[in-house]
């Protein structure tokens, strides 16, 4: 009997590793080999293919794949019918949403979106820069840009949208924003036709569910220690406000309390939970959040 397989794209390039990362974390490892586009996961029912994150929403949506990650700019930019399954806000530098804004060189004189009417913009967001300007009354040439976009201003363009995280390339490159666009996070899609399927979509669910484990976990740590039970209160009030585990211990002479709480904490609080009474405190990693 074959074996069913869910058809997932990842995005290759600048959102590759990140992608690797979290799926790991997630409870997946990812190989990649060299030169190849059809990197190994260890799950016999997923096969992986690297395509560009600009093309994923074509091919999810024509089929070719049952899913895939990308970024919600190019849902928009492809304009094209995808089913959403989840919002994953990572990026290749930070969990920050990205900007795509509309930048000019720092001695331009345009000002504002309207100074730019009849001038030449270059961009990878063709579409989604037309619409942009015509919500706007602006009529200016849009043209498609195949990459170091930020070095065209002023000989090859008078203005350039692009995507920014820090903004510190734009900066490098002596440009400055006029006007942001939108934001864009990552996006989990799906093609319609395979969200309608009951196998494919609860393998769909159970991979979302999976990776939003692994985001919930970022930046957290779990937390243990005993306490008598005369100091219950004290160290109770040293916890941020949440709503910790409290069980007794086998003596009956204290608790075992256990919090879930930001990892920047723990080295302001454990020594004064140290003081109120807390012991055998135990810090540990946490890899999955599941609610």
Not at 92 to 105: E, G, I, M
Not at 127 to 139: C, D, I, M, P, S
Not at 148 to 176: C, F, Q, W, Y
Not at 247 to 254: C, V
């Amino acid at each position: 009997m074959t074996t069913p397989a869910l058809k997932l794209g990842l995005p290759a390039g600048s959102l590759q590793e990140a992608t690797a990362d979290l799926f790991r974390k997630a409870g997946y490892k990812i190989t990649f080999t060299s030169r190849s586009y059809y990197p190994h996961i260890d799950d016999p029912e997923i096969e992986c293919t690297l395509v560009r994150a600009q093309e994923m929403p074509r091919y999810v949506a024509d089929g070719s794949f049952d899913c895939g990650l990308t970024g919600y700019d190019w849902v928009l930019e492809n304009n094209v019918e995808v089913v959403e399954l989840a919002e994953l806000v990572f990026s290749k530098v930070s969990r920050r949403p990205v900007k795509w804004v509309l930048a000019v060189p720092d001695d331009s004189p345009v000002k504002t979106v309207q100074d730019l009417k009849g001038k030449r913009i270059a961009t990878e967001v063709v579409n989604l820069t037309r619409r942009w300007l015509a919500e706007r009354g602006v009529e200016a040439h849009v043209e498609f840009s195949w990459g170091a976009t930020e070095v065209k201003p002023p000989k090859l363009a008078d203005a350039i949208v692009e995507v920014t995280e820090t903004g510190s390339s734009l900066k490098a490159n002596n440009l400055r924003i006029v006007a942001e666009l939108m934001q864009s996070t990552t996006r989990f899609i799906a093609n319609a036709k395979a969200a309608a399927d009951p196998w494919k979509k609860q393998k769909m669910d159970d991979l979302v569910l999976m990776l939003r484990g692994a985001m919930a976990a970022e930046g957290k740590v779990g937390l243990t220690m005993n306490v008598a039970n005369a100091d219950v209160p004290a160290v109770l009030k040293v916890l941020p406000s949440t709503n910790p585990t409290v069980s007794s211990l086998a003596d009956g002479k204290g608790v075992d309390v256990f919090v879930v709480i930001d990892e920047h904490v723990v080295r302001r609080i454990v020594p004064q939970l140290k003081q109120a009474g807390a012991y055998a405190i135990v810090e540990y990693a946490l890899t999955k959040i599941i609610d």
